[in-house]
């Protein structure tokens, strides 16, 4: 009987690197056209792996299994309700002082427009003429823009409904599921099969943990920058800016509204709400490049490399979703390519290093 601490080859076959390469196009475009299906059909697994550990542990105190999985996703959009919720409560505060930073743009606009006659002679009339030349030539954009978020508003609203029902009955047919599994492999490869589902499970629960760390070290470095500034409640600003970075774009930038406003109300300085705008793009910079592959990456045991890659990749096919998705769809490549021979290089190549510290060879 094979022991659940080996680790077992599934295949023996060798691939070219013109087979591999055909392999990575075709997968690419099958993703890519299909993100429809795929994208919250994604977000369900990845939220079914983390709720599976606390379904079954309600399931053996002798909860049903349905109660079981309704309160589970219950907490699950308890959460994202709450997310949303602040940023709505974002916009509401931001919406209370709207008058005075109207006012404030308003004197902002005119010491631009005197700032362009003086140093750039530049008349007020050919100033109003060439704003209202931008304005007339964008109203063509203006259309196509109102179609883009009119796509993206029911793209959002078909996901929220979706992944919930995907992620319920993948709880609920589990059994089923793997067992179907098990039939596309042979017989002496089901206990590896079954490791590797393990892993995924552990590895999902590593990739949540590490993200929970990235929120926590940008919230962090979000609080000291705008402290340093002299924003007020800069803990508040600065974590409530973390937390809305899950919002993928919208989010980190409607976090930043109010402080932008604060800080231009309470100082009559143009440079204070600028200085924001560059403790934000920081903070964001290092989260995207250098605190998210570390924490994230050192956490599943993949190279940084191989994260930003795979970050850019799902950018690349499937927007936002994609940069949080493939970081742990690599995860699971890597766990089948340390059990395949045919894949070991492709392991090495998407590990860490750890694992040759012990090789004479290793740089």
Request: glycine share 4%.
């Amino acid at each position: 009987m094979m022991s659940l601490t080996e680790k077992p080859n599934l295949s023996s076959k060798k691939y070219s690197t013109l087979e591999v390469l055909q392999y990575i196009v075709l997968l690419s475009l099958v993703l890519y056209f299909g993100k429809l299906l795929f994208i919250p059909l994604s977000f369900s697994l990845l939220i079914s792996f983390i709720l599976y550990p606390i379904c079954k542990r309600m399931e053996k105190i002798g909860i049903n299994k349905v109660i079981a999985i309704c309160i589970t996703l219950s907490s699950i959009f308890i959460i994202t309700v709450s997310l949303f919720y602040l940023l709505f409560l974002q916009l509401y505060e931001f919406s209370n002082e709207w008058d005075t930073f109207k006012i404030k743009l308003l004197e902002t606009i005119n010491q631009l427009s005197f700032y362009m006659t003086d140093y750039f002679k530049i008349s007020h009339e050919e100033q109003i003429l060439f704003i209202k030349n931008a304005i007339n030539n964008s109203g063509n954009q203006t259309f196509s823009l109102i179609q883009n978020m009119v796509y993206s508003f029911s793209e959002s609203l078909f996901y929220l409904i979706i992944i919930p029902i995907f992620s319920g009955l993948i709880l609920y047919y589990r059994s089923l599921l793997v067992k179907a599994l098990f039939h596309l492999f042979p017989t002496n490869k089901k206990e590896t099969i079954y490791e590797i589902l393990i892993e995924t499970i552990n590895a999902y629960y590593n990739f949540i943990k590490g993200m929970a760390l990235v929120y926590l070290i940008v919230g962090t470095l979000n609080s000291i920058g705008l402290a340093i500034i002299g924003i007020p409640h800069p803990i508040m600003f600065g974590f409530i800016a973390s937390i809305l970075t899950f919002i993928p774009y919208v989010g980190i930038l409607i976090s930043a509204l109010l402080p932008i406003a604060i800080s231009w109300i309470t100082y009559n300085s143009i440079l204070y709400p600028i200085a924001v705008i560059i403790v934000f793009t920081f903070v964001q910079l290092l989260e995207a490049y250098i605190i998210f592959p570390y924490a994230v990456g050192r956490r599943l045991k993949i190279n940084t490399l191989v994260i930003l890659i795979m970050i850019s990749a799902g950018g690349i096919l499937w927007g936002a979703a994609g940069m949080i998705l493939f970081i742990p769809f690599i995860s699971i490549v890597k766990l089948i390519a340390e059990r395949t021979d045919s894949l070991k290089t492709l392991a090495i190549l998407l590990g860490d290093g750890n694992e040759n510290k012990g090789d004479k060879k290793a740089l």
